[in-house]
């Protein structure tokens, strides 16, 4: 309860302007106390109107009163003072840069609790209490503080603009209504919020209709990704498991023709092997008989020659050649061929259906090669050559060169109207439609140029995003100038890095969904990669910026 009593004491004897404890306290006649200094400052601020108030009742005094010194509250805030108690507010209550400020405190403000809309003032808590006291001010409206309140005073009349006109779309005042907006349809400010507020909320609901169908589409979306993962690593599961199967069946295979291979072999070598050995054996008799035969024709006694030559001349069956079937053998190569034939199958196999290995509904292609490694003589393999359509042409865009050139022109060039043409945006689609596997190369000189690809029914009229090339979801453009490179899609810019160069190449894979650039010179350098689904034909087109520039598609072949 004591510190209640110093908390009231400190209260009173602050000064409602700066309130600290009052230095060198005076009265005005409506009896209220202020230092000297702060009534003194404000007053002066009213000088110009000739009019003295009172900060805190509003109390007017004509001519400005002279300020006397009350002794009796200097005396008690000398003792105030002596106790060592002050009667500032915490700095949290101070305004900071970001906070609005009571207007009424002078020296050090404090955070504004409430803005006055007929005041035009935003008040302290302590400045705040005549509104809620004084009857005079119950009709003001007070909102949340406010730093934009002069939007609310008209600069001319310096009233507050209560009036809004609907024939220039504006809040006025009284004055201004019966003034220079006389004759005007206007109505009250509360009136023009009344009906503007019944169309905010329309297109609130509006708003949130179509927060709650992107959100339904969203959830849609969600599903189909989770649909084409779902599939992705069921295909990608039973996929492992079938080729798992063949590399078993493989290998089984492989073992079945190694260990019969080896058993014909076994039984081959068995079968020759076993006639070598009687022949040689046959060879070892011959020999022996031979020798015999030998020894007894130089036997000299006659008597003894006939008499051993009947047992010596008999001769054991002999295995005749014939009788060894030595068949023109090719050993192996039968096997050898077959398994070859199989190989050969196998490969054509995989060579003709490998590439139709998709998913039709989600178009994942299967990518065999990859661009980034292919030499710019395999991409001249793809070349394709590109005219340029003269219905499609801005009207600035002069066609040469067998209309493969464009050159951005100062005067207009005579195109009779087409719907094709590019109305808005100094741009050019070529006539040939691009599908499956392209590459061209553009020649620029100047300052700059788009190259870019799009679908036939891209936007022509108007200079809007929709007809821009790279500026929506039909085109796609990579910029190159003197100092930098820029892929556009979509409206989003992506910088790209690589050496400059007055050649651009660009490959499309349309069913791979792949759209590559690359900068041309003694070597081909990749400068951005898009990786998509293209779900149209494209054309290939140009886009310039400055007088003079210009572009031409080269001829490859």
Not at 31 to 50: A, L, Q, V
Not at 146 to 169: A, I, P
Not at 503 to 514: E, K, N, W
Request: hydrophobic share 30%; charged share 30%.
């Amino acid at each position: 309860m004591a510190q209640r009593g110093v908390q009231l004491d400190q209260e009173t004897f602050s000064c409602p302007i700066c309130l600290d404890l009052l230095k060198d306290p005076v009265t005005t006649p409506c009896g209220h106390s202020y230092c000297k200094n702060c009534i003194t400052d404000h007053w002066d601020t009213e000088d110009e109107k000739r009019i003295h108030s009172c900060p805190q009742c509003r109390k007017s005094f004509t001519p400005r009163p002279e300020l006397l010194k009350n002794t009796m509250l200097a005396v008690l805030v000398e003792e105030l003072k002596k106790t060592g108690l002050q009667a500032a507010p915490a700095d949290h209550c101070y305004a900071g840069p970001e906070d609005v400020a009571c207007d009424v405190c002078s020296g050090r403000k404090l955070k504004a609790l409430k803005s006055c809309l007929v005041c035009l003032v935003s008040f302290c808590e302590k400045h705040l209490q005549p509104h809620f006291e004084i009857p005079a001010y119950e009709k003001h409206k007070l909102v949340e503080p406010s730093k934009k309140l002069h939007v609310n005073s008209c600069s001319r009349h310096d009233e507050v603009m209560k009036m809004f006109c609907r024939t220039d779309q504006q809040c006025i005042c009284y004055l201004c209504s019966v003034d220079e907006h006389k004759g005007h349809d206007t109505v009250s400010a509360a009136a023009e919020r009344t009906e503007r507020q019944r169309e905010l909320e329309g297109s609130r609901q509006n708003i949130q209709q179509r927060i709650q169908d992107r959100e339904e589409d969203v959830k849609v979306l969600q599903q189909e990704v989770e649909a084409i993962n779902g599939s992705a690593d069921e295909a990608a599961e039973h996929s492992e498991k079938i080729f798992t199967e063949l590399i078993r069946l493989m290998e089984k295979r492989r073992s079945d023709v190694k260990q019969q291979v080896r058993s014909q072999q076994e039984t081959e070598v068995s079968r020759v092997k076993e006639l070598q050995e009687k022949l040689e054996q046959e060879i070892t008799e011959l020999k022996r008989k031979d020798a015999e035969l030998k020894k007894l024709s130089h036997t000299e006694d006659h008597n003894q020659f006939l008499h051993n030559y009947p047992s010596l001349s008999a001769l054991s069956e002999s295995t005749h050649s014939s009788s060894i079937n030595i068949r023109p053998l090719k050993y192996f190569e039968d096997v050898t061929a077959a398994v070859s034939e199989v190989r050969d199958k196998l490969q054509d196999i995989l060579r003709e259906t490998w590439t139709n290995i998709s998913l039709t509904e989600t178009q994942v292609d299967v990518l065999l090669s990859q661009p980034e490694n292919m030499t710019r003589a395999a991409f001249l393999k793809y070349s394709c050559d590109i005219t340029l359509d003269p219905s499609t042409a801005y009207r600035h865009l002069l066609l040469s060169e067998g209309n493969r050139k464009a050159t951005y022109m100062r005067q207009q060039q005579s195109y009779s109207s087409h719907p094709d043409r590019f109305i808005g945006w100094e741009q050019v689609l070529s006539r040939e439609s691009l599908t499956g596997r392209c590459y061209w190369e553009v020649e620029w000189r100047g300052r700059g140029v788009r190259v870019a690809v799009a679908y036939k029914n891209i936007s022509r009229a108007g200079d809007s995003d929709e007809s821009g090339f790279g500026y929506n979801d039909k085109s796609w453009m990579l910029y190159c100038d003197t100092n930098s490179y820029n892929f556009w899609y979509h409206y989003v810019q992506t910088p790209v890095s690589g050496p400059r160069s007055s050649r651009v190449g660009v490959y499309l894979d349309h069913r791979a969904g792949i759209l590559s650039f690359y900068s041309v010179s003694e070597t081909m350098t990749l400068l951005h990669r898009v990786q998509t689904t293209f779900t149209q034909p494209l054309y290939a087109g140009l886009r310039f910026y400055l007088f003079s520039d210009s572009a031409e598609f080269c001829k490859l072949k």
